[in-house]
């Protein structure tokens, strides 16, 4: 009888990591998912993985489940429990995280596919790919993270990074659903002038797709965009998220935007990123085929929190 691979996993009850599971389950591995409590034990158990006990912060049992595993996926985010921590914080935490897995891989070659984001990378105003240059200042200091992560490549561990776009929907949930739920309790939509940037996207179902792909294909060192569309505008997005919800949209200065929602979301919503997903397609087999960003939240998975938002609103 066939022995079943064996998946180690970060953040496996979150949003990506969820899709990863099903699928990875539906291929036959055997999955195995850090769990921080009862919740995520049962989000887990019903995806089909074995929950772990632990967190970020459990070094000693990031390490040994790494060193049963035959693949490694980090997915995890300190701040995901925390949105104030500090971005110094988050790096000291992940890079401990990443330093523990890595050496439970040490030697093996194993593969350990890591998270970063497109943001990274400067806008040209055109497509760019995973050699294009890096922001001088970027949005925040993931890029630190992703760097760190490489380096375990030079003590024997095949690691890989997919930088995720902007932009991950799908399932009715994921930032688009956060800035719905927003819009919806300021009673209209806005977007910072004038709304012609263009920024990435990928299905939720795609990109775990493509932690699969890297998992079994990528070498050492690899870095993959996560996106399947560079040509939505943030205004777009915008008048459709306004014409489902019934919310009148606007246009407003970064500097009220800023003063609204924080600098650090006024920047997100006003950042061209055009990151093409080709290398992905070319070299992994990657074929991204979900529906659509505008198309998603028009008529497909947000169509039933289209719902309850204007229900909620007009009760």
């Not at 650090?264 to 979900?290: D, H, I």
Request: charged share 20%.
């Amino acid at each position: 009888m066939m022995v079943k691979q064996r998946i180690f996993i970060t953040g496996g009850s979150g949003y990506i990591g969820s899709a990863i599971i099903e699928q990875a389950t539906a291929q036959g591995y055997e999955v195995y998912g850090i769990s921080r409590n009862e919740t995520s034990d049962a989000r887990l158990t019903g995806l089909g993985a074995v929950p772990v006990r632990g967190d970020l912060h459990s070094l000693d049992v990031l390490r040994e489940q790494s060193a049963h595993a035959d693949i490694v996926m980090h997915l995890a985010d300190p701040m995901a429990a925390n949105h104030h921590m500090p971005y110094e914080e988050r790096i000291r935490i992940d890079d401990a995280a990443v330093e523990a897995i890595g050496a439970g891989l040490e030697g093996s070659n194993k593969p350990l596919v890591v998270t970063s984001g497109t943001l990274v990378v400067a806008a040209t105003g055109a497509e760019t790919d995973e050699t294009s240059p890096l922001w001088e200042k970027p949005l925040n200091d993931r890029i630190v993270c992703e760097q760190n992560n490489l380096k375990l490549c030079e003590k024997g561990v095949k690691v890989s990074v997919i930088r995720l776009a902007p932009f991950v929907y799908g399932r009715g949930a994921s930032g688009v659903g956060l800035f719905m739920k927003m819009y919806s309790n300021m009673k209209g939509v806005s977007y910072v002038e004038p709304g012609d940037v263009f920024t990435s996207a990928v299905h939720v179902e795609d990109a775990a797709s493509l932690y699969i792909l890297a998992a079994q294909k990528a070498k050492a060192g690899d870095i993959f965009n996560g996106v399947s569309s560079t040509n939505v505008t943030f205004r777009q997005l915008s008048e459709v998220m306004g014409d489902v919800l019934g919310l009148p949209v606007q246009s407003v200065p970064f500097d009220t935007a800023a003063s609204r929602w924080g600098e650090f979301y006024a920047l997100f919503l006003s950042t061209e990123n055009r990151a093409s997903g080709a290398k992905a397609m070319r070299e992994l087999g990657w074929e991204p085929n979900k529906v659509g960003i505008i198309e998603d939240v028009k008529c497909g998975s947000y169509v039933s929190l289209t719902e309850s938002l204007k229900g909620s609103t007009v009760a």
